[in-house]
C-alpha cells in the first residue's frame, strides 16, 4: 500500500534538493514516499489522486529574469507549507529537568503557582490599559474626523457644491488608512487582520514567526486605530485578542528580546506549555477587553483557541480576564469624568437590553431558527466571496505598495458609497430632544429632522450597532436598512483581508443587526398584533448574533458574549438555538472565516479528531523515514554536519545505543533538539573538555531558558578543527523517555496521542525497540477528507 506520489520543489532549495529521480528531503529531513509498499502485498492503494505540484515548472525562458518581481504567485490550496515548525508543548523530561524539580520544595511549587497568577494578573491589567488606549484614541480621532467632515457638508449644503464634501471625506480616510496600511505592509506583515486565525494556531501548536513579537504589537495597536478612524467596515475587537496575546507572550518570560532586556524574572515559565497557557489567558482578557465578557473570554480561549486545557488554567485565565474588564472600566470612568463608575461594558458597548423591551414568545421560537438558517447562508456567502477575493490577493497583490494602494481605494470607496446612499436617501426622521445620534447630518432633511442613513453610516461601526439595537421603532425605514445591508455587506467583505489591522466582529454584527431590524419591521407590518411583540431592536440582536455565528462559526462563546455585552440573560436561549442552526447551515456549505484563512496560508493546523475514514491508516505509512540518528555519545563533527545541512531540516534526532560490530541493531534510549544540541555546542559541553578544566561549570537548564525562544542559528557557532575531533555525551541532556508507539498503531490513535500531548515528535519503533521512523505535525495534518474521500496535501516550501 503506498502514498499518493509527490513531486515537491523548494524554490529556495532548488539547486540543492539532487537530482530529480532522488526526489525532496521532507521537514525531517526523509525522503518523499514514493511508491511505499506495505511486505503484505503488491496492490498500490492510492488515497484521493492529487495533481503533482512543481512550483517553478511554468517558468518560461522570458519569465525566468522576473524571478525576484513575479507578477502573479501561483497558489494551490493543496499544498502544506514547510515553512511553518511545531511548538513543543511537551516538557523535556531530562536529567536537568527532573533533578531541578526534585531539588524543588512544597513552598517553592506555591511559589511558581502564584508566581502564575500574577502574571495571570498583569496580562489582564496590560491587556486592560492597551484596550484603554485604542478606545480613547478612536473616540478622540474619529469624533474629530466626523465633526470636520459634518461641519463641511452643513456648509455646502447650504451654498452648494457637496462634491468638495465628498473630496475631503475620501481623502481623509485614504490618508489614514494609508497610515495604518503602510505600518502593516512595510514594517509588520503579521500584523494584518485580526490575528485570530494566527493565535488559534499557535495555541494549536504551530510556531507562526513573529506572531508575538514586541513590533507585532505596536503595529496591531496602531494599525487598528488608524483602521477604525479611516471609516474602513471593520472592529477592533479581533486585535484586542491579538493584542492581549502578544501582552502574555512577553509579560510572562520577564523580558523583551525585541529590546534585548532581561528583567531576570518568571525564568522558570521560559518553555513552550507555560508560553501557551498564559497566551490563552491573554487572548481572553483580550475578549474581555473588547466586550466586557470575562466568561466569554474564558469560553472563547476555550472554544476557538486552547487545544489543551486544565481546572486551574480556568480560573487564571477567568481573573485574567475580569482584571481585563476592571482596568479598562476603571480608567474610562477617569477619562469620562466619572471616576467610580464601572459599568462600562467594555469596548464594545451594546448597550443594556431591558427585560420588558426583550421579552420574547415561544411562538417566536422558529422565527428565530428561520433567522440562524438566513444567518448561515449569508455568511457562507460572505467566507466564500471572501476566500475568492484572498486568493487573488494571494497571487497578485503580493507587494507591499499594492497592499497599500488596494486599502487605500477600499478606504476612498467606503466613503464614496457611504456618502452616496447618504446623499440619494430620503429617510428624514424627527431630532428628539434625547436623541442618541453622535453627528446627526440634516442635509436636505427639515429643520429638527436628520438623515437615518447617516446614522448607520456617518459613525463607527460599534455606535452605529448600538443605534439599531436601542433606536426606537420607526427610526429607519426598511429601505434603508436594505440598502444598508446589501452595501454594507460587500464593503465588509472586501476589506477583510486588506493589509490592515481589523476585526470581523462589529461588521458582522452591523449587518446582521440592520437586516435583523428589518425582519422585525416586516414581521410587525404583515402580522397583526406584530407591532406588539416585533420590537425591530430584538430582531436586530438576534439577527447580529445569526449574522455573526454565520461567519465565524463560534456557539457557547459567542452565545455568553452577547449575553454579557448586552447585559441581559433572557436571551441565552434563542441566543444559543440561532447560533447553532446558523453553524449548521453554513457549515454545510463552507468552513468558518478563522478556518479558511488558517487553510488558505497552508498551515499544518490539527483539528480536534483525526479525518473519519482513516482507521486503515497505521503510523508505518504516515511516518517520515529514515530518521538520522544519534549515539548517546556523539562525535561533535557529526553533529555540526548534520545540524548544517542545508538540504534537510531535522528538529528532532531519536538517540540510540551506540553501536558496535558485535552487538545487535541500535535501540532507542531518548529523543534530543536541535535546539538543545545548539545550546551544548555554544557551551562547548565537549567530554574531552570536561576532562581537562575541572573547575568548568556545569551546563544547568537556566542556560538553555536564557537561550529560549530564539536559538542562535547553527552557523553562528565556531567550532575548530581539533573540537570536531571531541565527542558529545547526550545522556544528560536528551529526554530519556520520549513518547514511542509501534509501527502498526492506526493513525487515529497516533493522532489522538500527538494532539493530546501536544507533541513535536513522535517515534515509531519496530518489536525490537528500533527506530524505523518519526511522525510529526505535518506528517498527521496532511490527511484530511475532501470531496473524494481522504486526501493527501503536498507538501511544499510555499
Known sequence: MANITKKVSWSS?????????????????????????????????????????????????????????PKEIPHNEKLLSLKYESLDYDNIEN???????????????????????????????????????????????????????????????????????????????????????????????????SGIPQIKCYLNGVKIPRVVRLKTLMVKVGGVICSVV???????????????????????????????????IFEYFRRDTEKRDFVSAGAAAGVSAAFGAPVGGVLFSLEEGASFW???????????????????????????????????????????????????????IPLFIAMGAIGGLLGALFNQLNYWLTIFRIRYVHRPCLQVMEAMLVAAVTATVSFTMIYFSNDCQPLGPEHTEEYPLQLFCADGEYNSMATAFFNTPERSVRSLFHNQPGTYNPLTLGLFTLTYFFLACWTYGLAVSAGVFIPSLLIGAAWGRLFGILLAAITSTGSIWAVPGKYALIGAAAQLGGIVRMTLSLTVIMVEATGNVTYGLPIMLVLMTAKIVGDYFV????????????????????????????????????????????????????????????????????????????????????????????????????????????????????????????????????????????????????????????????????????????????????????????????????????????????
Open 591 to 798: 468552513e468558518g472565516l478563522y478556518d479558511i484563512h488558517i487553510k488558505l496560508q497552508s498551515v499544518p493546523f490539527l483539528h480536534w479528531e483525526a479525518p473519519a475514514t482513516s482507521h486503515w491508516l497505521t503510523a508505518r505509512e504516515v511516518m517520515s523515514s529514515p530518521v538520522t540518528c544519534l549515539n548517546r555519545v556523539e562525535k561533535v563533527g557529526t553533529i555540526v554536519d548534520i545540524l548544517s545541512n542545508t538540504s534537510t531540516n531535522h528538529n528532532g534526532f531519536p538517540v540510540v545505543m551506540e553501536v558496535t560490530a558485535s552487538e545487535a541493531p541500535p535501540k532507542l534510549c531518548g529523543l534530543i533538539l536541535r535546539s538543545q544540541l545548539i545550546v551544548l555546542l555554544k557551551h562547548k559541553v565537549f567530554v574531552e573538555l570536561a576532562r581537562t578544566r575541572l573547575t568548568q561549570r556545569k551546563l544547568q537548564l537556566k542556560d538553555f531558558r536564557d537561550a529560549y525562544p530564539r536559538f542562535p542559528p547553527i552557523q553562528s557557532i565556531h567550532v575548530s578543527q581539533d573540537e570536531r575531533e571531541c565527542m558529545m555525551d547526550l545522556t544528560e541532556f536528551m529526554n530519556a523517555t520520549p513518547y514511542t508507539v509501534p509501527q502498526e498503531t492506526s493513525l487515529p490513535r497516533v493522532f489522538k496521542l500527538f494532539r493530546a500531548l501536544g507533541l513535536r515528535h513522535l517515534v515509531v519503533v519496530d518489536d525490537s525497540n528500533q527506530v524505523v521512523g518519526l511522525v510529526t505535525r505535518k506528517d498527521l495534518a496532511r490527511y484530511h477528507l475532501g470531496k473524494h474521500g481522504l486526501e493527501e496535501l503536498q507538501l511544499a516550501q510555499t
Open 310 to 364: 486544565n481546572q486551574m488554567l480556568t480560573w487564571r485565565i477567568f481573573f485574567a480576564s475580569m482584571i481585563s474588564t476592571f482596568t479598562l472600566n476603571f480608567f474610562l470612568s477617569i477619562y469620562h469624568k466619572n471616576p467610580g463608575d464601572l459599568s462600562n461594558p467594555g469596548l464594545i458597548n451594546f448597550g443594556r437590553f431591558e427585560t420588558d423591551t426583550v421579552a420574547y414568545n415561544l411562538y417566536e
Open 95 to 193: 536529567q536537568l529537568f527532573l533533578e531541578e524539580e526534585r531539588r524543588m520544595s512544597h513552598m517553592g511549587f506555591r511559589c511558581l503557582e502564584i508566581s502564575r497568577w500574577v502574571v495571570c494578573g498583569l496580562i489582564g491589567f496590560l491587556t486592560g490599559l492597551i484596550a484603554c488606549f485604542i478606545d480613547i484614541a478612536v473616540e478622540e480621532l474619529a469624533g474629530f474626523k466626523y465633526q470636520v467632515v459634518k461641519e463641511n457638508i452643513e456648509k455646502f449644503t447650504e451654498v452648494g457644491g457637496l462634491s468638495i464634501s465628498l473630496i475631503l471625506w475620501a481623502v481623509l480616510n485614504s490618508a489614514i488608512v494609508m497610515i495604518g496600511s503602510v505600518i502593516v505592509a512595510f514594517f509588520e506583515p503579521i500584523a494584518a487582520g
Open 230 to 264: 479611516g471609516g474602513l467596515a471593520v472592529g477592533k475587537e479581533g486585535p484586542m485578542i491579538h493584542s492581549g496575546a502578544v501582552v502574555a507572550a512577553g509579560v510572562s518570560q520577564g523580558r523583551s528580546t525585541s529590546l534585548k532586556r532581561d528583567f531576570k
Open 13 to 69: 532549495r532548488a539547486d540543492e534538493a539532487g537530482a530529480p529521480g532522488e526526489g525532496t528531503p521532507l521537514l525531517n529531513g526523509s525522503e518523499p514516499r514514493l511508491s511505499r509498499q506495505l511486505s503484505g502485498g503488491g496492490n498500490i492503494f492510492q488515497i484521493g489522486r492529487l495533481s503533482t505540484v512543481d512550483l517553478e515548472e511554468e517558468m518560461t525562458s522570458e519569465e525566468d529574469s522576473l524571478r525576484g518581481r
